[in-house]
Nanobody
Framework: QVQLVESGGGSVQAGGSLRLSCAAS????????LAWFRQAPGKEREKERE????????????HYADSVQGRFTISRDNAKNTVNLHMNSLKPEDTAVYYC?????????????????WGQGTQVTVSS
């Protein structure tokens, strides 16, 4: 059974930092691309999940949303089956539930339907 478990969410003031982690089990981790998506308050429909950052199976390629450029970075450790999202200079508009996703992505890495497995999400709240 595949499991993706996110951790590291919480409440922070604007300008602060958080590191989200996602631990995966039950899959050949190094074969999968990984990504972080987020869902803001009031946008509960799955198709309204917003792409944040992705990283290829070997870490050689990353892709990010314009809204997080220069503030967020992604990293993965295939030996530990983990992927991290490092978030700096957080803004109130970053407030959302953040989801980790894994998939054998053959299309654009920013499309949610390309990812087969999803975690339950972790809440990030940024206050002004």
């Amino acid at each position: 059974q595949v499991q993706l478990v996110e951790s590291g969410g919480g409440s922070v003031q604007a300008g602060g930092s958080l590191r989200l982690s996602c631990a995966a089990s039950g899959l050949s981790f190094s074969r999968y691309a990984l990504a972080w998506f987020r869902q803001a308050p009031g946008k509960e429909r799955e198709k309204e999940r917003e792409f944040v950052y992705s990283i290829s199976w070997n870490g050689g390629h990353t892709h990010y949303a314009d809204s997080v450029q220069g503030r967020f970075t992604i990293s993965r450790d295939n030996a530990k089956n983990t992927v991290n999202l490092h978030m700096n200079s957080l803004k109130p508009e970053d407030t959302a539930v953040y989801y980790c996703a894994a998939g054998v992505v053959t299309g654009p890495p920013d499309e949610a339907h390309g990812y087969e497995y999803w975690g339950q999400g972790t809440q990030v709240t940024v206050s002004s």
